[in-house]
């Protein structure tokens, strides 16, 4: 029996796929948690008509994980609740063929709901389409694009045990350098980037300019922007997987570590966003340009205004911390300007008709719909408000602080979105106590592991 999907997906869309890939045997349905992990199963070709028809049901706990897969039972989400099954339904459009899987495998996104059809507040896509559709009941539409940033490191790591830049798939060719926008530095990858470009094209996704970013081994590869900034986020999710598979292909490892190496510039997830009117117009876009419009302004100030107790969504990890540091293209205050790379918030210069902001603080371990849904929830609130951004940097924005303070750590960081009631109503209270905790456990989990600093430092000294 068919049950009415609350996703909106058909099982047309299903019949019609099985037919266009009789090839493909298997599917990955993929339920993305707070930490932008994929979860799910692998299911056969016979079982994919199913999901369609009547959805699948999952543990309500596969949303109350931490990095490892632990349960975090303060989240509420295991035994409070007995760990009950919800039901999994499939995310219309995103049923897509996997390039260069051997046998041939297909994609789909799955959201969660529970029993009764209403959306599961845990689910990070579903505190996104809150903040969706509470800036289209204002007449307003985000549309925006993320980057991507990522090392491509050797599977085997150097004899000082730290990782290093993985060696052309090409012909075995290795490079310490930094080799910033090198061409042809980057035609040592070209196997596994063209690759990574025929996998995004079977998934739908408009994969455009690759460059040899800041460090030895790091890339940057951007995406078409979208006018649904879900779109863009499911983009950003599918593409990690995209390249993650694909170094794998090649034999070496895709890294999406925000600092995986300590004397380079990490790697960010730069959002670029913009605001469309019922009719399609940006309105973001000034008359004249340099004379920003009361939207932008105010758009601006919401974001610098609630940055520092959002920190925690831009930065989760432990690790995430070590990418701000002075003058490494990571912003260290909630600073604003035009066409400057040492601000948290950027206006950048080019065609005004695409007049767009953007926000620089989130690290490429960041999750994306989080990252967006905080966003848009830090626009809506500077419009609301009408909240005035100050003045424009210019120049080094590294220099002589600002008048607002972002956290200073993962810790401080933590305390801040615990009490954050701006972050609460962002993400939906669920999904706040969600993330909040899993976020306190992993910091538990980190705090009392003992590093080797610790024994290079302390074991026979004090």
């Not at 390039?99 to 599961?120: C, I, K, Q, W």
């Not at 993320?146 to 490191?153: H, K, Q, R, S």
């Not at 690290?363 to 500077?382: E, K, Q």
């Amino acid at each position: 029996m068919t049950i009415e999907s609350p996703s909106g997906s058909t099982p047309a869309e299903a019949d019609a796929f099985l037919a266009a890939y009789p090839e493909i045997e298997a599917i990955d349905i993929v339920l993305h948690d707070s930490n932008g992990i994929g979860r799910g199963k692998i299911i056969r070709r016979h079982e994919l008509a199913g999901l369609f028809g009547h959805g699948r049901h999952v543990p309500i706990s596969i949303l109350g994980l931490d990095i490892c897969g632990e349960d975090v039972h303060e989240t509420g989400l295991i035994w409070d609740q007995g760990d009950g099954d919800l039901r999994a339904w499939p995310v219309p459009g995103t049923l897509k063929p996997l390039h260069n899987t051997m046998p041939a495998r297909g994609e789909v996104f799955v959201s969660l709901y529970e029993l009764d059809g209403r959306p599961m507040s845990s689910d990070p896509r579903h505190a996104l389409q809150r903040q969706v559709d509470a800036l289209a009941a204002e007449g307003l539409h985000a549309a925006g694009a993320f980057e991507l940033e990522f090392f491509l490191l050797s599977n085997e790591r150097g004899p000082d045990g730290k990782v290093r830049p993985a060696a052309d798939v090409l012909d075995g060719r290795e490079s310490h350098r930094t080799e910033v926008y090198s061409v042809d530095h980057l035609h040592g990858m070209l196997p596994l980037f063209s690759d990574v470009y025929a996998s995004a094209e079977m998934a739908g996704i408009q994969a455009e300019t690759l460059i040899s970013e800041f460090a030895p081994g790091q890339y940057e590869l951007t995406l078409h922007y979208r006018t649904d900034v879900m779109q863009a986020a499911d983009d950003l999710m599918r593409i990690k997987r995209i390249v993650r598979a694909q170094a794998r292909a090649h034999g070496v490892t895709a890294c999406f570590m925000a600092k995986p190496v300590e004397q380079y510039a990490g790697s960010g997830m730069h959002f670029h966003v913009s605001l469309m009117d019922d009719n399609g117009g940006n309105v973001f876009v000034e008359e004249t340009e340099g004379e920003w419009t009361p939207t932008i302004l105010h758009a601006l100030g919401g974001l610098r205004e609630t940055m520092a107790e959002s920190m925690l969504v831009f930065a989760p990890h432990a690790n995430s911390w070590r990418r701000f540091s002075s003058q490494s293209y990571a912003p260290v205050s909630p600073s604003w300007g035009f066409n400057n790379r040492s601000v948290a918030l950027r206006i950048p210069a080019g065609d005004r008709m695409a007049r767009r902001i953007e926000h620089r603080p989130s690290g490429v371990d960041a999750n994306p719909y989080l990252v967006a849904t905080t966003v848009l929830a830090g626009i809506r609130h500077g419009l609301t408000n009408r909240i005035d951004p100050g003045p424009a940097r210019e120049g080094n924005a590294y220099k002589d602080g600002d008048s607002l303070a972002i956290a200073r750590d993962w810790g401080e960081a933590i305390r801040a979105a615990q009490g954050s009631a701006f972050l609460k109503d962002a993400l939906g209270e669920d999904m706040h106590r969600t993330f909040t905790a899993v976020k306190a456990a992993e910091y538990a989990r980190v705090a009392r592991t003992i590093s080797d600093v610790d024994y290079d430092l302390y074991l026979h000294t004090v």
